[in-house]
C-alpha cells in the first residue's frame, strides 16, 4: 500500500474507484448496451467510451436513461466491490474526508456502507449530485465545500488523468494513488 501524504493539506478527498474501492462493473457490457440505446437514436456509437456515450446520450435527449443504465451498474457492481489498501486511510485520518467520484453518488454510499467506510467520510459527491462531473471541477468543489476547507488546502487523491485534470481546474494539490 502506498501511504498518501497529507501533511500540507487541511482535508483530504479521494476518488472511489480504482482508489479506495475497485467497483466490479462489466464496462464493455455496459458500453455494449449504451451503444445500442445510440444506435436506436441513429448514432453510429462504434468508436465511443461509456463517458463518451453518455455524453453523446445526453446531446440526444436520451441521457436520464443511458446514465440510469450506467447507475444501475454501478449499484450493482458497488455491492460486490472490492475494497482496496488505500481505504484502510481512512480509518486513521484526523482531518475532515471526502469522496468525490464519476460514479454515481447511490454506487458511492452503497461501497462506502459495505466497506464500513461511511462513517469515515464527512462530503459524498458522485455524479448526479451536481449536474457537472468530473473533469469539471464542480465536483470536486462541491466536495471541498461540504468540508469547509479551501481548495489549495485539499488533497485529492485518485487514479486517473481525469483526477488529476480535475484537482489542477479546482484548484487542489494532487496525488496519485
Not at 446520450?57 to 444501475?72: F, K, P, R, S, T
Not at 489498501?85 to 474526508?97: F, K, N, S, T, Y
Not at 462506502?112 to 467506510?117: F, I, M, N
Request: charged share 35%; with cysteine; proline share 4%.
Amino acid at each position: 500500500m502506498t501511504e498518501t501524504d497529507a501533511s500540507d493539506a487541511e482535508a483530504v478527498v479521494y476518488d472511489l474507484d480504482g482508489t479506495l474501492v475497485r467497483l466490479a462493473v462489466d464496462w464493455e457490457d455496459v458500453e455494449r448496451r449504451l451503444a445500442d440505446l445510440l444506435e436506436r437514436e441513429g448514432v453510429d456509437a462504434d468508436p465511443l467510451s461509456a463517458w463518451d456515450l453518455l455524453s453523446a446520450a445526453e446531446e440526444l435527449g436520451v441521457g436520464g436513461e443511458a446514465d440510469a443504465l450506467i447507475a444501475a451498474a454501478e449499484r450493482d457492481g458497488a455491492e460486490v466491490s472490492e475494497r482496496l489498501p488505500l481505504a484502510d486511510e481512512l480509518l486513521d485520518r484526523e482531518m475532515p474526508v471526502g469522496v468525490c467520484s464519476l460514479n454515481h453518488e447511490e454506487a458511492v454510499r452503497i461501497a462506502l456502507d459495505r466497506h464500513d467506510l461511511t462513517e469515515h467520510v464527512e462530503s459524498v459527491v458522485g455524479r448526479g449530485t451536481v449536474p457537472e462531473r468530473k473533469p469539471h471541477p464542480r465536483a470536486l468543489l462541491a466536495a471541498v465545500e461540504e468540508l469547509g476547507v479551501e481548495p489549495e488546502d485539499v488533497l485529492f487523491v485518485g487514479d486517473s488523468a481525469s483526477d488529476e485534470e480535475t484537482a489542477e481546474r479546482a484548484g487542489t494539490q494532487f496525488e496519485w494513488v
